[in-house]
């Protein structure tokens, strides 16, 4: 039964995150990446991570695909994307083996009998097999000062994001607006002039 | 039965995807998308080794990791509406001002 999960969700999600990455069109690539979040979250399930597969259906499709989907409204997804590309055949096989062999360089080193795991947090012998009791439990223990320092950060991130595209629309407030007004003010004169 | 290597090796896959992704986007936005796709193959692994080595610390990770991926999208979607207001392109090359 595992099994035939494990391989029909794998299966799906690595479809649809191929679409993802190949697809011509923005739109189609959102919503496949938006369908593979939602099926990673099963291998969440699977592995009996219970909370952090709702965290996953939560925060991934809830609120990280609705900010993707709101901000390609900005955006014109209705095209299909250009990208200049140049000799395709000889820069796939170039994509794919670099991909690769940056995976064997990064995972190379790591030898697991090297790695020391001491004092595991064995969820079923310290609280029973309730994960997202045990979850809670060391989240606001062991990791409670990470856990504040990632709520002010996302904090941080909120602010940034209102302040970058909320607040005057039709301005931007990296640049100093005005300097750039009074250039082509300046530009408009000498049309004027001539 | 599933063990961890068949884990491991799922994610493994999902992040070369990812990682071509990155490689070969010229779109920003699909850039975003492949990015997202690399933090997820990572958060696959902690769990299934969170699993497989009886330890919550791998999950511990992928929640932060997950904290981490939300803010980033919300700072970096911020910046790319910037930059398409700007520019009116979210093309990789647009972000090449100097022309050598």
């Not at chain 1, 055949?89 to 790695?115: D, E, H, M, Q, R």
Request: some cysteine; aromatic content about 12%; proline content about 2%.
């Amino acid at each position: 039964m595992e099994a035939i999960a494990f391989y029909l969700f794998s299966a799906l999600t690595i479809g649809m995150f191929l679409i993802v990455v190949f697809s011509k069109n923005a739109l189609y690539s959102m919503s496949a990446l938006a369908a593979g979040m939602i099926l990673i979250s099963g291998f969440f399930f699977l592995l009996d991570a219970d909370f952090l597969g709702v965290v996953q259906i939560i925060v991934y499709t809830g609120a990280v695909m609705a900010l993707y989907a709101f901000g390609m409204m900005f955006f014109d997804t209705t095209k299909d994307v250009k990208e200049k590309i140049d000799a395709p055949l000889i820069t796939n096989i170039l994509w794919v083996a670099s991909a690769i062999l940056l995976i064997c360089i990064i995972s190379a080193p790591f030898v697991p009998s090297l790695l020391n795991l001491d004092a595991p947090l064995n969820q079923t012998a310290l609280f029973g097999a309730n994960n997202p009791q045990a979850v809670g439990i060391v989240l606001f223990t062991k990791y409670l000062a990470q856990f504040e320092l990632a709520a002010v950060m996302l904090l941080v991130a909120m602010i940034a994001g209102i302040i970058l595209v909320g607040k005057k629309m039709d301005e931007s407030l990296t640049l100093d607006m005005n300097a750039e007004k009074k250039i082509e003010a300046e530009e408009f004169d000498i049309k004027d002039n001539k | 039965m599933i063990t961890l290597t068949h884990y491991l090796v799922l994610a493994t896959i999902l992040f070369v995807i990812g990682l071509i992704g990155v490689i070969r986007r010229k779109n920003l936005l699909l850039l975003f998308f492949s990015t997202e796709i690399l933090l997820n193959a990572v958060n696959i692994a902690f769990a299934a080794i969170s699993k497989y080595y009886h330890d919550l610390t791998g999950q511990m990770f992928s929640f932060f990791i997950i904290a981490v991926a939300a803010s980033e999208v919300a700072v970096g979607l911020g910046l790319l509406v910037l930059w398409y207001k700007r520019n009116g392109t979210i093309d990789l090359e647009s972000l090449q001002e100097m022309k050598g």
